[in-house]
Every structure is written in C-alpha cells, then in structure tokens.
C-alpha cells in the first residue's frame, strides 16, 4: 500500500503544480482561522480523498479541506491524515518550500507517511522503522545523523521570539530554514539534528513528516518530552514540540 500512496502523493502534487506554474495570478482565500487557501489545494484534496476511497475504503479520512466533525472521529483508532498542501505561504511566494502530507495513523501513532515536495522532486516516505528519500529516480534508505555541531532547522515563515530565545541558548550550531514538513525530512535524512517548534501546528501538518522521522531513527515530543499523539482529540491544534534524536 506504501507505494501507492506515493504514486497518489505524486498524483496531487501533479495537480498543484498546474497551478504553479500558470501565468495567472494565484486566486487566494482565507479559512475561518485566516489561514490561505488555494485552488491548489482544493486540486490536492479532491486527488487524494479519491484516491485513497479507491485504495482503501474501509479507512476513514481527515483532511485539512475536510475535518470530520467530532462525533464522526471520536472513536477512531486507524484513519489516514492529510495536509494536500503544506505550506500554503511557500506555495503562494512560489519559492518550493510545499509538500503533500498523507499519515496513516494507527492508535494513535503515524506507522506509515508520505511527504511529497513537487516543486522539488523529493519524496519521503516511510513505514515503521524504516524511512526511505527518493530524488531524481535515485532510492535510498535515509536515517538519522549525530553530527557536531547541531544544525537546527526552523521555520520560513513561523518564527518568534520563543523561539529565538532558544537558539541563544543553544551554543555552537547553524541553522537552516525551510518551510513545511520538510523541517521533519530534514532531520529524517542527517542533513539537521534538531527541529524545535514553538509556534501553533495542526495534526495534518505534523502527522507524515513524523512518520518519517520515526522511520529514520528519530522522535516528535512536546516540550515535557511525551511523543505527539494523533488519537482524535476535539481540538486538531498540537502542542509545541521537538524533533530530535534517540
């Protein structure tokens, strides 16, 4: 199932990038919590909320584009979880820095994700314990890497003085930024040892990029140190978290 979700990851990201790439101006919208929405992303959704009927219709979905109400998902212990596109901002300032998020969550737990970066041609997935990156036709088996000093990799387009705060507590490091979940991919691949995060995240913008830092060795925990959970909760907000190595 794992390949045809990213065949389906791709799929989408086909669909966004004819929006990209067109002359005309993105037409723009705002969601009730003012965050942007683009014709892109109603593209992506209907892609995959499609697809994965087709793959697996035994299996409830949530959809940014889409949440469920909460009695519909209350009781659900395996749903897939979905951000068509990630990093709306990056997409509408068309520097690349977007992604298509697809989890399978299971008790709770991100056991398989996809993190499809279209504008890059990087793709990331990961089941269990293993964590695979894609570029170019080239396969290989990614994990995590302990190198010092720590890169830290932070947000484009969510920094704050929280967070700066932080860094100036740190010591040696250099940071990268980046936006999306490709922050958890980076981290996942060796190439950063540490993505901290204090600002407001969704569930749909964690759940596949966490999978694949399981998946390559690493771990997604809250500021007390207790792993992110994904049991449905009424509220899709998460607490701020660390991604950071065993």
């Known amino acids: 199932m794992l390949q045809q979700i990213c065949e389906l990851a791709q799929e989408a990201g086909y669909a966004i990038m004819e929006t990209y790439n067109a002359q005309e101006p993105l037409q723009v919208e705002h969601k009730s919590d003012n965050s942007p929405v683009t014709e892109a992303d109603i593209a992506a959704h209907n892609v995959i909320t499609a697809g994965l009927a087709r793959i697996a219709p035994d299996i409830p979905q949530l959809s940014e584009e889409d949440p469920p109400e909460w009695p519909v998902r209350q009781n659900w212990q395996r749903y897939w ?31 398989m994700g996809v993190v499809y970066a279209p504008a890059k041609g990087l793709l990331y997935y ?6 695979w990156k894609e570029e170019g036709g080239h396969k290989q088996l990614i994990h995590v890497n302990d190198a010092k000093p720590p890169v830290i990799v932070i947000s484009r387009s969510h920094q704050d003085n929280e967070l700066m ?31 901290p995060r204090f600002g407001p995240t969704n569930i749909w913008d964690t759940a596949a990029g966490h999978a694949v830092a399981i998946g390559a060795g690493a771990k ?11 049991t449905p909760r ?10 950071i190595l065993f």
């Not at 990961?126 to 964590?131: C, D, H, K, L, R």
């Not at 009424?234 to 991604?243: K, T």
Request: proline content about 3%.
């Open 165 to 195: 705060d932080y860094l100036k507590q740190m010591g040696e490091h250099t940071t990268v930024e980046i936006g999306s979940s490709l922050k958890f991919c980076l981290v996942a691949e060796g190439k950063a040892q540490l993505y």
């Open 234 to 243: 009424e509220s899709f907000l998460n607490p701020g978290f660390r991604v």
């Open 126 to 131: 990961a089941e269990g314990n293993q964590a």
């Open 81 to 111: 979880l979905i951000d068509p596109l990630d990093g709306t901002k990056e997409f509408i300032n068309r520097n690349g820095d977007f992604t298509v998020n697809i989890a399978l969550i299971e008790n709770g737990v991100p056991t």
């Open 220 to 230: 997604v925990v809250d500021w007390h140190g207790k792993t992110l959970d994904y």
